[in-house]
C-alpha cells in the first residue's frame, strides 16, 4: 500500500521561509517522480514542483527562485523548502509519487498560511 505523509506546514509572515517534507512508501523511491503541489480556496491544485529520477527539477512561474524542491533517496523524503512566502502562496499543500502508467498517490495535505 502506497503512503505519501506531508509534513512542515503552518502560519508564517509575508517574507518568512518554511520547510515542507514529504515521507513516501517504496523501495524503489528513488525510481520515482515526485511533486509538490497546492490547492488554494476556490482555485485548481496546481503543480508547484516537481523532481524526477534522475535530479532534474521543474517549478511552477510564480515560485522559481524562491522555492527548492530536493529529495533524498536514502529516507524516502522529498523536501520543498520555501522562501520569500507571500500571501498568495497561502495553499493547502500535496505531496504527490508517480508510479506507473501516469498513476499519481498523493498525501492528505499540509497547510501553509501567510499573513500580510
Known amino acids: 500500500q502506497v503512503q505519501v505523509v506531508e509534513s512542515g506546514g503552518g502560519l508564517v509572515q509575508a517574507g518568512g521561509s518554511l520547510r515542507l517534507s514529504c515521507a513516501a512508501s517504496g523501495r524503489i523511491f528513488s525510481m520515482y517522480t515526485m511533486g509538490w503541489y497546492r490547492q488554494a480556496p476556490g482555485k485548481q491544485r496546481e503543480l508547484v514542483a516537481s523532481i524526477g529520477s534522475g535530479g532534474s527539477t521543474n517549478y511552477a512561474d510564480s515560485v522559481k527562485g524562491r522555492f527548492t524542491i530536493s529529495r533524498d533517496n536514502a529516507k524516502n523524503t522529498v523536501y520543498l523548502q520555501m522562501n520569500s512566502l507571500k500571501p498568495e502562496d497561502t495553499a493547502v499543500y500535496y505531496c504527490?509519487?508517480?508510479?506507473?502508467?501516469?498513476?499519481?498517490?498523493w498525501g492528505q495535505g499540509t497547510q501553509v498560511t501567510v499573513s500580510s
Open positions: 504527490s509519487q508517480r508510479r506507473a502508467d501516469g498513476i499519481y498517490y
